[in-house]
């Protein structure tokens, strides 16, 4: 089975190929010749989900997926939510969109000493695929599904660990005294929310 991922990051390919093992075969926008910088306007994840997911469906009619992630700090009101890749550079002109250590920077300096580090990843990946609704499949329809996956957690203080991206230097997992950081790819694809929701098209993917 093919499908294409609705990403050109490799930190996120890699993570949902190691998730998808061998079964199902996942292209990136680069596979496919896309390299248009598919717009994000939703006001939630489900919605900048569904909206990249449509563009590669709607323009290239392949069956497709796309996720969008967000950190949710419960001191901070959810943020930064939907604006979690940039973060740093809605608040500081002087940062740059998608610079990890920017955001991370931001967000400690807005948490301070606060004892409330509660938060939580969440991720939605939005699957689009065609459904021939005839015999011959002359005609076909496109079915639209959400996944969704949560880790809970909270931030510390500083950052500790050197694998994975993102914000993982600061979020450590429930249940774990490390961050997603030091535990590495191995554990943390299997407790991840991008491995949560995965797991969960992989299940209907393969079901099928």
């Known amino acids: 089975m093919k499908i294409v991922f609705a990403t050109n990051n490799n930190h996120k390919l890699e993570e949902i190929r190691q998730i998808l093992g061998n079964n199902i075969q996942v292209l990136s926008l680069k596979d496919i010749n896309c390299d248009v910088d598919i717009p994000e306007t939703g006001q939630t994840l489900q919605e900048n989900a569904l909206q990249k997911a449509r563009y590669i ?37 002087s940062a740059k969109s998608h610079d990890s250590e920017a955001n991370m920077s931001q967000l400690l300096s807005e948490l301070g000493e606060n004892n409330n580090r509660r938060a939580r990843f969440r991720t939605v990946i939005a699957l689009i695929q065609k459904k021939d609704v005839c015999p011959c499949g002359c005609t076909g329809i496109k079915q639209e599904h959400l996944f969704e996956g949560i880790v809970e957690g909270e931030i510390t203080k500083k950052r500790s660990g050197v694998e994975g991206f993102g914000y993982d230097p600061i979020f450590q997992p429930d249940g774990y005294d490390k961050t997603f950081a030091e535990l590495g790819s191995d554990i943390k694809n299997q407790i991840s929310h991008r491995a949560r929701a995965t797991q969960k098209l992989a299940d209907y993917l393969l079901k099928k």
């Open 57 to 93: 469906y709607d323009n290239y009619h392949l069956d497709c997926f796309a996720d969008d992630t967000g950190l949710e700090v419960e001191a901070l009101n959810g943020a930064p939510g939907i604006y979690s890749a940039r973060y740093a550079s809605m608040i500081t002109n």
